[in-house]
């Protein structure tokens, strides 16, 4: 190519901004109740705009290359270290939860990279060992412990971004992280419809793949589950998965249609949203505090416990990093952070060295050591 060739497409280079494309498409094929990503309330940081993602898509993109979303397919969904290559772990949950809510997002003309910014990072702050290591630090720490809170916390002060501490994320991200959690009557949600969105696909996808697992694991047969939930929602985990989908899509798009009512949620028909909450309390009931999961995480509450009960006597054994924020913002902060983002493996390694006997090489127990 001769220089002045090169000239004019490096010109056009410069002038070219895929960004704006992109978001003036939003505006044409978005539904009216989306969350545009021109119209963002921003990062607590402000920054220039990425010439050719938007912000969501760059708060995707921060998410997915962090090291405590790598760390995720070391934590426990629901069983402590199974034995085989076929259950969840909190990484393929994540995964999970972002197709199912890409999925009602596109059926509700929502934006579907905010809505898989917020997928991906809303349990980035969960504990080795799932909620029994959650269950241990709320009673340990001051104040209690909750994984969304600790999601945010991680994303805006424990992970390193290109501006020091924390991803700089948009407030619309970290809204939609926060609230994604629980399910009691009249809890505070999500402002956009995306990240109200991930609440109910959340919910959607542990219910119905812990069914999944159970059953693999022998702990449940789809004849256990009340007929009354099945009836509902279909008796194979796809037909599940399908009519819950569905069933948000359609009632959210009625809802929407009425064109007088101005506050539009994500949210179910009452008979499918009583069979999933159903579904959900017997899985409580009968899996997650079940005799054989409660064994488990009680071994695992062990480790938590005693783990954080030796840094708190040991803050000089924390990483220079953990021992800074204990020295900001107090010891059992410091010690919380480190121990929640450790990996399952990563805690049961850390845990054998400070706790369990090690082999001295070169000693014979009956000899002292040898010459060796």
Same mark, same amino acid.
């Given at each position: 190519?001769?220089? /002045?060739?090169?000239?004019?497409?490096?010109?056009?280079?410069?002038? $070219?901004?895929?960004?704006?494309?992109?978001?003036?498409?939003?505006?044409?094929?978005?539904?009216?109740?989306?969350?545009?990503?021109? +119209?963002?309330?921003?990062?607590?940081?402000?920054?220039?705009?990425?010439?050719?993602?938007?912000?969501?898509?760059?708060?995707?993109? +921060?998410?997915?290359?962090?090291?405590?979303?790598?760390?995720?397919?070391?934590?426990?969904?629901?069983?402590?270290?199974?034995?085989?290559?076929?259950?969840?772990?909190?990484?393929?949950?994540? $995964?999970?939860?972002? /197709?199912?809510?890409?999925?009602?997002?596109?059926?509700?003309?929502?934006? &579907?990279?905010?809505?898989?910014?917020?997928?991906?990072?809303?349990?980035?702050?969960?504990?080795?060992?799932?909620?029994?290591?959650?269950? %241990?630090?709320?009673?340990?720490?001051?104040?209690?412990?909750?994984?969304?809170?600790?999601?945010? +916390?991680?994303?805006?002060?424990?992970?390193?971004?290109?501006?020091?501490?924390?991803?700089?994320?948009?407030?619309?991200?970290?809204?939609?992280?926060?609230?994604?959690?629980?399910?009691?009557?009249?809890?505070?949600?999500?402002?956009?419809?995306?990240?109200?969105?991930?609440?109910?696909?959340?919910?959607?996808?542990? %219910?119905?793949?812990?069914?999944?697992?159970?059953?693999?694991?022998? $702990?449940?047969?789809?004849?256990?589950?009340?007929?009354?939930?099945?009836?509902?929602?279909?008796?194979?985990?796809?037909? +599940?998965?399908?009519?819950?989908?569905?069933?948000?899509?359609?009632?959210?798009?009625?809802?929407?249609?009425?064109?007088?009512?101005?506050?539009?949620?994500?949210?179910? *028909?009452?008979?499918?949203?009583?069979?999933?909450?159903? $579904?959900?309390?017997?899985?409580?009931?009968?899996?997650?505090?079940?005799?054989?999961?409660?064994?488990?995480?009680?071994?695992?509450?062990?480790?938590?416990?005693?783990?954080?009960?030796?840094?708190?006597?040991?803050?000089?054994?924390?990483?220079?990093?953990? /021992?800074?924020?204990?020295?900001?913002?107090?010891?059992?902060?410091?010690?919380?952070?480190?121990? *929640?983002?450790?990996?399952?493996?990563?805690?049961?390694?850390?845990?054998? &060295?400070?706790?369990?006997?090690?082999?001295?090489?070169?000693?014979?127990?009956?000899?002292?050591?040898?010459?060796?």
């Amino acid at each position: 190519m001769s220089e /002045q060739g090169r000239g004019q497409t490096n010109h056009s280079l410069d002038n $070219l901004c895929v960004r704006e494309e992109i978001e003036a498409k939003e505006e044409l094929v978005l539904s009216p109740y989306a969350c545009f990503s021109s +119209r963002s309330q921003g990062r607590e940081k402000p920054e220039p705009p990425d010439p050719v993602r938007t912000c969501f898509m760059v708060d995707r993109d +921060r998410i997915v290359h962090s090291k405590s979303f790598r760390r995720l397919k070391h934590k426990t969904q629901v069983y402590i270290s199974p034995v085989g290559d076929h259950y969840r772990t909190r990484l393929t949950h994540t $995964l999970e939860v972002s /197709q199912i809510a890409r999925t009602i997002g596109r059926g509700l003309g929502l934006n &579907e990279d905010l809505i898989e910014a917020i997928a991906l990072a809303h349990d980035i702050g969960h504990t080795p060992f799932s909620h029994a290591g959650e269950r %241990v630090l709320d009673q340990l720490v001051p104040g209690g412990f909750r994984h969304n809170e600790n999601s945010v +916390r991680v994303l805006t002060r424990i992970e390193r971004g290109k501006f020091g501490r924390g991803l700089n994320l948009t407030k619309e991200v970290l809204d939609g992280v926060l609230y994604h959690s629980g399910y009691g009557e009249g809890g505070a949600r999500a402002q956009t419809l995306e990240g109200q969105t991930i609440f109910y696909s959340d919910k959607i996808a542990y %219910v119905q793949h812990d069914i999944d697992d159970a059953i693999r694991a022998g $702990l449940l047969r789809i004849e256990d589950i009340p007929r009354d939930y099945l009836d509902v929602l279909g008796y194979t985990h796809s037909q +599940r998965i399908a009519t819950l989908v569905t069933d948000i899509i359609v009632h959210t798009r009625q809802q929407a249609a009425r064109k007088w009512d101005r506050l539009v949620r994500v949210t179910m *028909s009452p008979e499918v949203e009583k069979a999933l909450t159903g $579904l959900r309390e017997f899985m409580f009931k009968n899996i997650y505090n079940g005799p054989f999961c409660m064994a488990e995480k009680d071994k695992a509450a062990v480790i938590v416990e005693y783990l954080y009960k030796y840094y708190y006597s040991h803050p000089n054994k924390l990483p220079e990093f953990y /021992q800074k924020i204990a020295k900001e913002e107090g010891l059992a902060v410091g010690v919380a952070d480190y121990i *929640s983002g450790m990996s399952d493996t990563f805690c049961l390694a850390i845990f054998n &060295e400070v706790y369990v006997p090690q082999f001295t090489p070169g000693f014979n127990f009956y000899r002292g050591f040898t010459e060796e």
